[in-house]
């Protein structure tokens, strides 16, 4: 094997790494590296803004279990992408950065856009280098492990732009023809048997006694344990509450799912077994009033940044290891301690059930409620918009993305799932932007499935002409925009007309967002009703399919009620 371009040698220790994708946005320096990407069979999903392609990539590594790969420019470039770069750090998604700076001889001269990219990052990533023609097979190996062992997180690497018109020597191209690269996975591993016996324990006396009262969290850090989770509560008939997208990791239709009356659930729990999540604003930080005083955690994770968080009383029963394994382990281990009696936990209590159900009837009331008719304003609202669009997909064929700060919490409500990965939302940074960034990157992970995107008109706003990369693509997303006219609740036409100067929560009134996809290569629906709503949602979803057609379906809603904003996971809890 002769020398080969380094752009060339890049992109083949990728492939053998099992790099299939990368997102980004060319310029120069690094347009031959993205032009060498797609000739050696790499797809390169060039994006508008690298905001929305660095969330891709970081969704990309959590739905594939390998890293997620973001190219971009350097100096603003990067610093474009430092949304989607912090998404997976704060998420522990695995994603390498591949960033393009300027000449060797160049720097330290104030060259264009020039920035000490590994200065400004080195302390927030897991690891940094810059490429030679000597490193390569060393620095993507490195990027590969630190981004994939637990916990995961960010690899950056810069390539200087006078590295990419070089070749590696003839030695190093003989070396990769020969080795081929291990392919880097996260390892397994389980607690000791001494220590899983003691939580075994533990959990058997609880469930014996039945003085406790009992309940299982569980987390996206969980998805690889789904089968192991669902066989743990089913075995032991204990209530379970999934984080927001952890939906589907055990099935939503389980009788054992508390979602619906998470609030009594949290607060009437002794002991809580937490599955792959952290103790943080999202469950409340494990603290009063949300939870008992008392209550012990027992955490389950192999992330060691999460043990402990928030958790002084429970870190003795703690379990530090590979989920599934330990789930499994666990499992064999009580029921052994059993000895064939085969003893299981009392379920949920009388009181649970009927908040369940009282929250289901009010729930269906809402969704099922004939819109009131007023002249000249919009009529439809989040619960019939979404009480609708339940009927109109199947959940095993159908992933949704949600994005829009009342949208997505009404859909948390609206939309279960007994699939895993099926419901996608802003997760633990609950920032906005990621609608069309994720709604791309699951298409392009799970291409058999149709992806639907809901999202708010602001959270549109973000990433809207990331449409054009999904028409571009062939995708055929569904866009579905919640149009209230405005940020959070909207605002009355009568206060919008009000004063000289608009409120900050205003936005144009009735915007048509189905005529700006129709501008970018989308169909585009304007909905006011339901039939409109059952017509066009039905019609874009057969062109989805047949033809790879992206459809916005922009359904014009009214205001919510107007008053002082509050953050809905910080004034009460919801899922």
């Known amino acids: 094997m002769s020398g080969i371009s380094v752009p060339d040698y890049i992109s083949t220790v990728l492939k053998k790494y099992d790099i299939d994708t990368v997102f980004g946005i060319v310029g120069i320096p690094i347009v031959e590296l993205a032009e060498s990407f797609i000739t050696n069979g790499i797809k390169f999903i060039s994006f508008r803004n690298e905001q929305s392609a660095s969330y891709a990539a970081s969704l990309y590594g959590y739905l594939n ?17 430092l949304a989607g770069i912090y998404n997976s750090i704060e998420n522990n998604w695995p994603l390498i950065v591949i960033t393009g ?45 630190n981004s994939m062992l637990s916990p995961k997180g960010v690899s950056f690497l810069e390539i200087p732009g006078d590295l990419i ?73 204990l209530p379970f509450l999934p984080t927001p997208m952890a939906k589907g990791i055990i099935e939503d239709s389980n009788e054992l799912n508390v979602s619906s009356g998470r609030s009594m659930a949290l607060k009437d ?54 989920i599934e394994s330990t789930v499994k382990k666990l499992t064999m281990m009580i029921n052994h301690l059993q000895n064939g009696q085969m003893i299981t936990y009392k379920g949920l209590s009388k009181a649970i059930k009927e908040k369940i159900l ?68 802003c997760g633990t940074l609950a920032t906005m932007g990621i609608g069309l960034g994720y709604a791309i990157s699951t298409k392009l992970s799970k291409p058999n499935k149709s992806v639907v995107l809901i999202q708010g008109d602001s959270a549109f706003g973000f990433s809207g002409l990331e449409l054009e990369t999904s ?8 866009v579905v925009i919640m149009n209230n006219s405005g940020i959070y609740h909207g ?31 989308c169909a ?17 979803m057969i062109r989805s399919i047949k033809y790879k057609e992206t459809s916005v379906l922009n359904v014009l809603i009214e205001p919510g009620k107007q008053g002082k904003l509050e953050f809905g996971w910080q004034s009460k809890p919801r899922l």
């Open 358 to 425: 009282s929250n289901a009837i009010k729930l269906n009331e809402k969704e099922n409620a004939t819109p009131r008719v007023v002249p000249n304003a919009n009529s439809l609202n989040y619960n019939v918009v979404f009480g609708r669009l339940k009927t109109l997909f199947k959940d095993e064929e159908t992933i949704l993305v949600t994005e829009g700060a009342n949208t997505m919490d009404v859909a948390r409500i609206s939309f279960p799932t007994d699939f895993p990965q099926h419901r996608i939302d």
């Open 165 to 237: 018109h070089k070749s590696v020597g003839k030695n190093i191209g003989d070396s990769l023809a020969k080795h081929k690269p291990i392919l880097v996975d996260a390892l397994t591993f389980i607690p000791n048997d001494d220590i899983l016996l003691e939580t075994a324990k533990f959990l058997y006396d609880a469930m014996r006694k039945r003085d406790q009262n009992m309940l299982v969290i569980v987390g996206k850090g969980a998805i690889g344990a789904s089968s192991a989770l669902r066989h743990f509560i089913n075995c032991f008939n």
């Open 491 to 521: 605002t009355t036409k009568d206060h919008y007309l009000k004063g000289k100067y608009a409120p900050p929560t205003i936005l144009s009134q009735n915007c048509r967002y189905d005529i700006v996809g129709k501008g970018l290569g």
């Open 65 to 81: 279990n390998k890293p997620g790969v973001l190219l971009t420019v350097g100096g603003p470039g990067l610093i474009h992408a």
């Open 524 to 540: 585009g629906y304007l909905i006011t009703n339901l039939d409109e709503l059952t017509k066009y949602f039905k019609l874009a």
């Open 269 to 322: 729990a002794d002991v809580i077994l937490v599955f792959g999540a952290k103790l943080n604003w999202i469950l409340h930080y494990g603290d009063t009033p949300k939870f008992k005083d008392n209550v012990k955690f027992i955490q389950v994770d192999n992330n060691t940044k999460t043990i402990g968080l928030n958790n002084q009383r429970g870190l003795q029963n703690s379990l530090i290891g590979d």
């Open 471 to 478: 028409v571009r693509f062939n995708l055929g997303l569904i």
């Open 101 to 145: 700076g300027i000449e060797s001889q160049q720097k330290y001269k104030n060259g264009f856009q020039e920035l000490n990219h590994i200065a400004l990052l080195n302390s927030y990533m897991k690891f940094t280098g810059e490429l030679s023609t000597e490193n390569i097979d060393l620095l993507v190996y490195e990027s590969m492990r």
